[in-house]
Each structure stands twice: as C-alpha cells, then as structure tokens.
C-alpha cells in the first residue's frame, strides 16, 4: 500500500492514516489492534483496526478478523472491512466464515463476502452466490446492490480457481 498523501489533501481522515502506519508495523501490534477492533467505542477506528490487521497477515490478526465477522454485535461496516481483508490476504481457513457471511442479515456483510468468495475464487460458495444474484436488492451505501456484487462473484469464479 502507498504512503498516504498529506492528510489535508488527500482527504484522508487520521483513522485511516494511523490504520496505515500501524499496518507497517510487525505482528507485535496485532495484540493492540486486536484489542481495539473488538472494544473501542467508535465504530470508525475500529473498521480502521480491522483495516490494519488485514494488512498485517498473521495468524493471529486473521483470527481477530474471523472472530469481528462473525460477531454480530459488531457494526456492519467493522465486520465488512474484515470480511475484506480475509479475502484480500488469502485467508483460506476463513473461507467457511465467509460463506456464511453470504447469508448475513446485513448488507454491508453479505456484499463483502460476496466480493471474498469472486477475489479467491471458491466454487463452493455458488450456490448461495447464484441465490444471491437471483436477487438481492439490498444497496450498500458508496457501492452498489449485493446481487451485482453476487454476479461479479460468480463470473469470477467461472476464469479459473485460485482455490487450493
């Protein structure tokens, strides 16, 4: 990842750029960040945490992210961001939890899992992808509906496994 622009130009707020910094540290920060995606009361520092853990990639910080997604008193957006950066790190023991992440009650949830299972290619998350596709209307705020992003999904899956 890039350095961050200067905060006041590039439009990133300090969350985003202390994520950044944080993720440039060893896996001797996953204990802090692990503690503040989990507890921290405001919910964008703790999207932020599951932002940097994602970018640390241990098996710790994968077991932080996996426990934040399936935690369902978690705000969307936290247990999105870790349902993302699972994916995005090729988290492969994570891949039930993101397809259970399919069926969420929450968009946000269900689109960034939809989004993990065409980033890796996992053929057995079809099935509730194409239930998906079929139609889920739900619109995720700054994206665009679950369905379109359940179709992205399955044409990515149809290019080729990436599945070990």
Known sequence: MPKP???NRSGLDPATTAAWAISRLDGR?????TRL???????????????AL???RNKRAETALREVLGDRAQPSAVRGMAAEHLAASFAWDAVP???????DPEPEVRFWC???MGFMRVRS????????????????P???TVKREARWAIEQIAQGPWER
């Open 29 to 33: 920060s996953t204990d802090r960040l």
């Open 5 to 7: 622009k200067k905060v």
């Open 97 to 103: 939890d993101l397809i259970t992440g399919l069926g």
């Open 54 to 56: 994602g970018h640390i």
């Open 125 to 140: 998350a079809l099935p509730r992808l194409r239930r998906l596709a079929a139609g889920d209307y739900a619109r995720v």
């Open 142 to 144: 700054g994206w665009w």
């Open 114 to 116: 939809a989004y993990g």
């Open 37 to 51: 995606v989990r507890t921290d009361p405001d919910p964008n520092l703790r999207r932020m945490a599951a932002y």
